[in-house]
């Protein structure tokens, strides 16, 4: 996510950050069929949109996983 690229998740759980960024096309794991499909849409969609979906991971993981901003939140849990 981190990269600014769009991605492919082949994901079967709880809580899909993928999809709550609306960073890429989330499959059911284990289902190589689906990944190939995914892909395929990727590749038909315009560059612009590729693009966006990208650009939502890159601001979610700077957002949620980077290492400044976890130890901001937890200095607020903390204090």
């Not at 689906?34 to 892909?39: T, Y």
């Amino acid at each position: 996510m981190y990269s600014g690229r769009p991605i492919v998740h082949s994901f079967s759980g709880y809580s899909d950050a993928i999809q709550k960024s609306n960073s890429g096309i989330t499959v059911p794991a284990e289902n190589p069929l689906e990944v190939v499909r995914a892909l395929e849409v990727l590749k038909d969609m315009g560059r612009e949109k590729r693009e966006i979906l990208g650009k939502n991971g890159h601001e979610y993981a700077v957002n949620n996983y980077d290492y400044k901003n976890l130890a901001n939140r937890l200095l607020k849990v903390l204090s």
